[in-house]
């Protein structure tokens, strides 16, 4: 696959098939991850793997009421507005999401792999989330979706006591990527203009051109 297919084309696809993830993709998955960089080649990640059935059913419900926290908190007004004004473009756009995320909810225990990543000693993430990044390209390049989340630390003691990761050596769970094999299709992101959200030499000066589309699409 084309690097820039990759990059393009890979988004959050929580709606995907109970299909088991053969060993070998998971296996090309996880070295691709390892290869990303890391902060003085520390290395200081762990990453586990979870397929078995019961452990993620046992997740379930502790992704169910994070997610229900984060609608009654974090994303109230958003959702408040929603309802306010239902046809407005943001609001549509958020309403598509709250499906897609309620969906992973509703069907949690159908994922076939979550694939988790821990950090220690690093609380920017800075060494973590490039191997995540890399793992969710390279899952892309398998035909296999992913969906980056990391609402499940509110619920952090309860997983990590099912996942039996050690309380005191200092490893912080920094996200889980459910994946599988996606039930829709693969697409560019809609996404503002490049142009819109940069700046050149110093903040607020205008990137002096414009990016009104993406410079990468399907049979380019």
């Given at each position: 696959?084309?690097?820039?297919?990759?990059?393009?084309?890979?988004?959050?696809?929580?709606?995907?098939?109970?299909?088991?993830?053969?060993?070998?993709?998971?296996?090309?998955?996880?070295?691709?991850?390892?290869?990303?960089?890391?902060?003085?080649?520390?290395?200081?990640?762990?990453?586990?793997?979870?397929?078995?059935?019961?452990?993620?059913?046992?997740?379930?419900?502790?992704?169910?009421?994070?997610?229900?926290?984060?609608?009654?908190?974090?994303?109230?007004?958003?959702?408040?507005?929603?309802?306010?004004?239902?046809?407005?473009?943001?609001?549509?756009?958020?309403?598509?999401?709250?499906?897609?995320?309620?969906?992973?909810?509703?069907?949690?225990?159908?994922?076939?792999?979550?694939?988790?990543?821990?950090?220690?000693?690093?609380?920017?993430?800075?060494?973590?989330?490039?191997?995540?990044?890399?793992?969710?390209?390279?899952?892309?390049?398998?035909?296999?979706?992913?969906?980056?989340?990391?609402?499940?630390?509110?619920?952090?003691?309860?997983?990590?006591?099912?996942?039996?990761?050690?309380?005191?050596?200092?490893?912080?769970?920094?996200?889980?990527?459910?994946?599988?094999?996606?039930?829709?299709?693969?697409?560019?992101?809609?996404?503002?203009?490049?142009?819109?959200?940069?700046?050149r030499d110093r903040w607020g000066e205008p990137l002096g051109?414009?990016?009104?589309?993406?410079?990468?699409?399907?049979?380019?």
């Open positions: 696959m084309d690097v820039y297919e990759a990059l393009y084309t890979t988004r959050a696809m929580r709606r995907v098939r109970p299909d088991p993830i053969p060993t070998e993709v998971q296996d090309r998955i996880l070295d691709a991850a390892i290869r990303a960089p890391s902060g003085g080649n520390m290395q200081q990640w762990r990453f586990l793997l979870v397929t078995d059935r019961d452990q993620v059913a046992r997740i379930a419900p502790h992704y169910r009421a994070a997610i229900d926290f984060l609608w009654d908190t974090i994303y109230a007004d958003r959702l408040a507005a929603v309802d306010a004004d239902p046809d407005a473009p943001e609001s549509r756009q958020l309403a598509a999401i709250k499906r897609s995320v309620d969906w992973a909810a509703a069907n949690f225990e159908t994922y076939p792999l979550l694939f988790f990543a821990f950090d220690r000693g690093d609380t920017t993430g800075g060494s973590i989330f490039p191997a995540v990044w890399s793992a969710m390209l390279a899952a892309r390049a398998e035909g296999v979706g992913s969906s980056l989340t990391t609402i499940l630390a509110v619920k952090a003691d309860e997983v990590l006591e099912i996942l039996g990761v050690p309380a005191d050596k200092g490893w912080r769970m920094v996200c889980c990527v459910p994946m599988g094999y996606p039930l829709g299709r693969w697409g560019v992101a809609k996404r503002r203009p490049a142009h819109e959200v940069a700046y051109r414009e990016i009104p589309e993406p410079l990468w699409s399907p049979g380019a």
